[in-house]
């Protein structure tokens, strides 16, 4: 369930007067997402949560602009706390609902096709650290403040406690890594298509260098869990790249905590 709505600050709301709220049931993260409509108006979209995790949005959409198709950060404003950023729409719809199971080849080579122009895009200069270590320092704050909850870690770490998991996790970190510029959060409701095409790219909160299977590991978790196992294989033949099950059940054990 999304938050209630709160009203934002003045400045903001001068500027999406008249416009109709819509909130969108999707994702995970703590924050609440609206799509904003008017009449003879663009759509947009208001991400709504605490401040820190909503200027982290903002900063990576803002270097990413020049590089990928991203939303456009139109207002970002904090308010005691919470952060309000207006962003762009971009054409389509997300890959799970853009093509209702009719084309799930399609679907599957548009995946590897966007996450091979994330990968490839020039990481140098990048300011954003999503590598192991510091994920991993994220992870022990996270579960130290109480933000983990075991009640909604996969199914095969169900019963277990945060404080097991973190001990698996630091005891089964990869020894090297492959580093890209990554999205950090490559799940089908992330991905548009537009047409059967790739359109771009949301829920950029994670998005920084780090290693591929980051991507890969929980990409090719959505499309197990949405449209089934069997098209796990295809995905890493579009990609370019064997699976690496080492590194797949790792990138899948350090989202427990994010």
Same mark, same amino acid.
């Given at each position: 369930?999304?938050?209630?709505?709160?009203?934002?600050?003045?400045? #903001?709301?001068?500027?999406?007067?008249?416009y109709t709220w819509e909130p969108?049931?999707?994702?995970?993260?703590?924050?609440?997402?609206?799509?904003?409509?008017?009449?003879? &108006?663009?759509?947009? +979209?208001?991400?709504?949560?605490?401040?820190?995790?909503?200027?982290?949005?903002?900063?990576?959409?803002?270097?990413?602009?020049?590089? #990928?198709?991203?939303?456009?950060?139109?207002?970002?404003?904090?308010?005691?706390?919470?952060?309000?950023?207006?962003?762009? %729409?971009?054409?389509?719809?997300? %890959? $799970?609902?853009?093509?209702?199971?009719?084309?799930?080849?399609?679907?599957v080579r548009v995946l590897a096709?966007?996450?091979?122009? +994330?990968? %490839?895009? =020039?990481?140098?200069?990048? =300011? !954003?650290?999503?590598?192991?270590? %510091?994920?991993?320092?994220?992870?022990?704050?996270?579960?130290?403040?109480?933000?983990?909850?075991?009640?909604?870690?996969?199914?095969?770490?169900?019963?277990?406690?945060?404080?097991?998991?973190?001990?698996?996790?630091?005891?089964?970190?990869?020894?090297?890594?492959?580093?890209?510029?990554?999205?950090?959060?490559?799940?089908?409701?992330?991905?548009?298509?537009?047409?059967?095409?790739?359109?771009? !790219?949301?829920?950029?909160?994670?998005?920084?260098? &780090?290693?591929?299977?980051?991507?890969? &590991?929980?990409?090719?978790?959505?499309?197990?869990?949405? !449209?089934?196992?069997?098209?796990?294989?295809?995905?890493?033949?579009?990609?370019? $790249? &064997?699976?690496?099950?080492?590194?797949?059940?790792?990138?899948?054990?350090?989202?427990?905590? !994010?």
């Amino acid at each position: 369930m999304l938050p209630p709505r709160r009203a934002p600050p003045a400045t #903001l709301a001068a500027e999406i007067a008249g416009y109709t709220w819509e909130p969108i049931q999707r994702g995970c993260s703590g924050a609440a997402v609206y799509r904003l409509t008017q009449p003879g &108006a663009p759509i947009r +979209f208001l991400k709504v949560g605490p401040t820190g995790m909503i200027a982290d949005e903002r900063d990576r959409l803002t270097w990413l602009a020049i590089h #990928l198709p991203v939303p456009e950060v139109y207002h970002f404003l904090d308010e005691d706390g919470q952060g309000y950023l207006l962003m762009s %729409a971009i054409a389509g719809l997300d %890959a $799970i609902h853009e093509t209702h199971g009719d084309d799930l080849p399609n679907l599957v080579r548009v995946l590897a096709e966007g996450l091979r122009l +994330f990968h %490839a895009t =020039p990481m140098d200069n990048c =300011p !954003f650290d999503e590598m192991i270590g %510091a994920k991993l320092g994220r992870a022990r704050q996270r579960a130290a403040a109480g933000l983990v909850d075991p009640d909604d870690f996969d199914e095969q770490r169900l019963g277990k406690s945060v404080a097991e998991v973190l001990a698996e996790l630091e005891g089964t970190r990869p020894p090297t890594e492959d580093l890209v510029l990554t999205h950090g959060d490559y799940c089908l409701p992330n991905i548009l298509l537009d047409g059967g095409k790739l359109s771009g !790219f949301i829920d950029l909160g994670r998005a920084g260098v &780090a290693d591929r299977f980051q991507d890969l &590991a929980l990409a090719a978790r959505s499309l197990a869990y949405n !449209f089934g196992e069997e098209w796990v294989p295809l995905l890493f033949e579009h990609y370019g $790249i &064997a699976p690496d099950p080492h590194k797949m059940a790792y990138f899948q054990l350090l989202d427990e905590f !994010f």
